[in-house]
C-alpha cells in the first residue's frame, strides 16, 4: 500500500517585536506502507516523507485501522 500526493504546511511563529508571523511551504507528500488485514483489523508499519522548498522531513509510524 502506498499514498502519493501534495500537501501545503502552514505554521506560526514570532517574527520579532511581537509579531505573529504565518510560515507556509507546499510539497510532494510520499508515503509507503506495509501490514496486514484480519477481517475488520488492519496493522500497519508506515514511513512518510514530505518533501519541500529547502528540506524534507519524514517519520516512521505504527497504523493501527478498523475496516466498517
Given at each position: 500500500?502506498?499514498?502519493?500526493g ?14 505573529l508571523v504565518?510560515y ?14 484480519y ?12 518533501s ?17
Amino acid at each position: 500500500m502506498g499514498e502519493i500526493g501534495y500537501s501545503s504546511f502552514s505554521s506560526y511563529g514570532s517574527g520579532g517585536n511581537d509579531e505573529l508571523v504565518k510560515y507556509t511551504s507546499s510539497g510532494l507528500t510520499f508515503a509507503p506502507t506495509i501490514g496486514v488485514q484480519y477481517n475488520w483489523l488492519e496493522l500497519g508499519i508506515r514511513y512518510e516523507t514530505f518533501s519541500v522548498t529547502g528540506g524534507s522531513f519524514s517519520y516512521t509510524g505504527a497504523r493501527l485501522g478498523f475496516n466498517f
